[in-house]
């Protein structure tokens, strides 16, 4: 199995309170923002499955690839283009983690965490509904800077720099190693959001494309 296969998906939930500009779609518009994400990595089970072969007492044993929750802060500008046709531009720090249960194989969890500053860019369709209230949805690329990385085991004898323990490094290099040896990701966002005069509150798919 190739590890390119390996990506991260990234759901979030976002609070915006804008900072500056009026309500109106007209408007450049910038702010502040912070919200509650929710990170996993795809096709970790098939990979570890494919490097163990199989379990000679659990032929059909998969193990289990957990979505870990951490958050999102950062700032972000809306700019009018045309109409309802306009862009965002958002500077995020974001900390993804997710884990992984290695059972049946062994009794042993492992997680990780990866400190992203991403670079967002996304052209942004807003519909206007009366008054304040306004539901927007936009798409585009992220580009994140990893800025820091995390491993940790559930069994306190495995960590990693241990000489005496140099195993555990193949065991977290499986999962770690798409992820946590990339110095930049490459994304793509969709997002769907509903503003009412300086408030904002948005929901976006995050998608890794390698």
Not at 2 to 23: E, K
Not at 57 to 86: C, E, K, M, Y
Not at 140 to 145: E, I, M, Q, S, T
């Amino acid at each position: 199995m190739n590890t390119d296969v390996i990506r991260t998906s990234i759901a979030a939930v976002a609070i915006v309170v804008w900072t500056a500009g009026r309500s109106d779609a007209q408007s450049v518009q910038w702010g502040a923002k912070a919200g509650i994400t929710s990170s996993s990595v795809s096709e970790v089970a098939d990979y570890y499955d494919w490097v163990l072969c199989c379990h000679p007492l659990f032929p059909h044993a998969r193990v289990d690839s957990q979505a870990g929750i951490n958050g999102t802060a950062g700032v972000f500008v809306a700019a009018p283009i045309a109409g309802w046709f306009g862009v965002q531009g958002e500077l995020l720090y974001s900390r993804r983690q997710h884990a992984v249960d290695l059972q049946p194989y062994e009794n042993v969890t492992l997680s990780f965490r990866r400190d992203y500053v991403d670079a967002v860019a996304l052209a942004r369709a807003t519909i206007p509904t009366g008054g304040f209230s306004r539901f927007y949805a936009a798409a585009g690329p992220v580009l994140g800077f990893k800025v820091g990385e995390d491993a940790k085991s559930s069994d306190p004898s495995l960590r990693v720099g241990n000489p005496a323990t140099n195993i555990c490094a193949v065991q977290f290099l499986a999962y770690g190693a798409p992820d946590l040896l990339r110095p930049t990701q490459m994304s793509v966002a969709a997002v769907a959001g509903w503003t009412f005069r300086r408030l904002l509150v948005e929901v976006r798919f995050t998608q890794g494309l390698t």
